[in-house]
């Protein structure tokens, strides 16, 4: 079984680029993880499609370990947004 996801637009105003690439990477890492696991890939055997996801407020740290953190803190409530 195959996931795909696609993310129109990615909007990160107020990064600097290494932080920008921080979080891009922990988004892509930590997605890659979410949506592989079995439990999850079982929940999502029928196609649906999600056009928005709320999902709520996360914290900001300063410089690119913060932008990453957020990056995976994205990802995983992406994941818990994303079940049906």
């Known amino acids: 079984m195959?996931?795909?996801i696609t993310i129109d637009q990615l909007v990160l105003k107020?990064?600097?680029p290494?932080?920008?690439?921080?979080?891009?990477?922990?988004l892509?890492?930590?997605l890659s993880r979410v949506l592989s696991e079995r439990a999850a890939r079982h929940e999502w055997a029928r196609a649906h499609r999600t056009p928005v996801l709320r999902l709520g407020r996360m914290p900001l740290e300063p410089g690119t370990a913060g932008?990453?953190?957020l990056g995976r803190s994205i990802a995983r409530a992406t994941g818990r947004g994303l079940k049906p």
Do not use: I
Not at 18 to 26: C, K
């Open 2 to 4: 195959s996931v795909c």
């Open 28 to 30: 892509q890492s930590e």
């Open 67 to 69: 932008a990453r953190n």
């Open 14 to 16: 107020g990064f600097e």
């Open 18 to 26: 290494t932080e920008r690439n921080a979080l891009v990477e922990g």
